[in-house]
């Protein structure tokens, strides 16, 4: 179970086990509200009649190994909305695009080339860091923007028109995760290297609040630049605080810091090691076997059963990681069904509607069923492959839950048990 803690106000934890799940803002304020009135009817329809989804999804970057399960999930959802009749009265057009990551100019680019395409919607970035780049550019031009996997609490209030959501929760949650998991394996004290930016020191800000809020200590924080040549330094700094735990919040650079790690005698074999959804991939071609062995790690979201990894595969069947997929899926799933409850394609009617179809009416968990039940008039409540969704006010998902996985000898990770709360 996740410990109570009275200091923590911003999420309520439950604990699930055995449920076979996988899936990368303080107090005060509150997020300004997106419309969610069920009876209200969408803006005036400003479409063109077809619904145009255009993705923004990592082909390049530090973040490239998330790209193929997320570009399935979108491919799959239209697959099926398609198949069923499309939106509307008409089959849902596609454009893919690069995301990139921060260190390039990839994501301000592709989004011109979406918008430039009259793309109604767009699924992504997975980086919280490039949504936060690309933001202003997307939902000034009126288009939605839905993210599969960005978990930066800076986005669960920012200005965004009413036009952003995502099916991923907010790193409040997976901190508070993090923190009892170390905490429940018998650590003390952690040291946390830390990727410089919103997610990762967002991330850091909620895994030390729940960590020390549970009586342990961080006692070495060293947040370092992604684009580093080396991280001997940091590494070292970490050792001289000589934790029980090690917390490394990264992307792509995690194949450079875990031989550091090595080879300043704090890799895996000495101390315990934790990942989170940022660098939670198959090392199994970058680490000698049994390099990560033991080493834990989180991940927002739900596992892709079996039944959804072969309708994936059949996909992109070179597929190899399932992270992010689901939600993918999801994201894509929602919009469609907003247009449709919303008579109309704009952005800003899909996104008047996108609370709606989420909660509070028929549950539904297929594109026909959900599609039927909107031409009857009926209100509905879509319930994924990620999990029941239900939108908040400021279009994070209200619930949700983070897996726990334990890599092997092989350098891959399995799943271990999952954290399930209310946002």
């Known amino acids: 179970m996740i410990r109570p803690n009275p200091i923590w106000r911003s999420v309520a934890i439950l604990g699930v086990a055995g449920l076979v799940l996988t899936a990368c803002g303080d107090d005060g304020d509150t997020a300004t509200p997106k419309s969610s009135d069920s009876s209200s009817s969408a803006p005036g329809a400003k479409g ?82 490039v949504t936060l780049s690309v933001i202003d550019k997307i ?22 028109k009413g036009l952003y959501f995502r099916t991923a929760p907010p790193d409040v949650l997976q901190g508070r995760v993090l923190g009892d998991l170390m905490l429940a394996d018998g650590n003390s004290t952690v040291g946390m290297l830390v990727l410089q930016d919103a997610y990762g020191t967002g991330l850091a800000a909620s895994t030390k ?24 330094t940091e590494v070292g700094k970490i050792k001289a605080a000589d934790p ?9 650079e995690t194949k450079k810091i875990i031989p550091e790690l090595v080879k300043q005698g704090i890799g895996p074999k000495t101390k315990k090691i934790y990942f989170v959804d940022g660098n939670m991939a198959n090392y199994t071609k970058d680490f000698p076997a049994g390099t990560l062995e033991g080493v834990k790690g989180t991940l927002p979201g739900v596992a892709s059963g079996e039944d959804l990894k072969a309708k ?11 992270a992010y997929a689901p939600e993918s899926y999801d994201a894509t799933m929602l919009v469609a069904l907003a247009a449709i409850a919303a ?5 800003d009617s899909i996104a008047s509607k996108m609370i709606e179809v989420s909660k509070g009416g028929e549950k539904c968990t297929t594109f026909q069923e959900c599609a039927d039940l909107l031409k009857d008039k009926k209100d509905i409540d879509y319930d994924g492959v990620s999990g029941p969704v239900e939108f908040n006010d400021a279009g994070d998902p209200s619930e949700a839950s983070i897996g726990i996985y ?18």
């Open 48 to 129: 063109d009649g077809e619904l145009v989804i255009g993705t923004l999804l990592p082909q390049t970057g530090s973040l490239a190994f998330l790209g193929p399960p997320e570009f399935a999930g979108v491919d799959l959802a239209l697959k099926e909305i398609n198949d069923a009749g499309g939106v509307n009265g008409k089959p849902v057009k596609k454009f893919d695009s690069d995301s990139g990551d921060t260190k390039t100019d990839t994501a301000s680019q592709s989004v011109d080339r979406l918008i430039s395409n009259k793309v109604d919607a767009i699924i992504g970035a997975a980086s919280s860091s």
């Open 139 to 160: 939902v000034g031009a009126g288009v939605l923007q839905i993210s599969p996997a960005n978990t930066s609490d800076e986005l669960t209030k920012y200005d965004d």
């Open 209 to 232: 609040k729940s960590f020390e809020g549970g009586g342990g200590k961080v006692v070495e924080q060293v947040v370092y630049d992604p684009a580093a040549a080396s991280f001997s």
């Open 244 to 252: 029980e735990a090690i917390a490394i919040i990264a992307f792509e």
């Open 312 to 322: 994936l595969k059949a996909v992109d069947p070179a597929l190899k990681d399932y």
């Open 343 to 347: 008579g109309d394609d704009s952005g």
């Open 406 to 423: 334990q890599f092997g000898a092989d350098n891959n990770y399995t799943f271990v048990e999952a954290k399930a709360g209310k946002i």
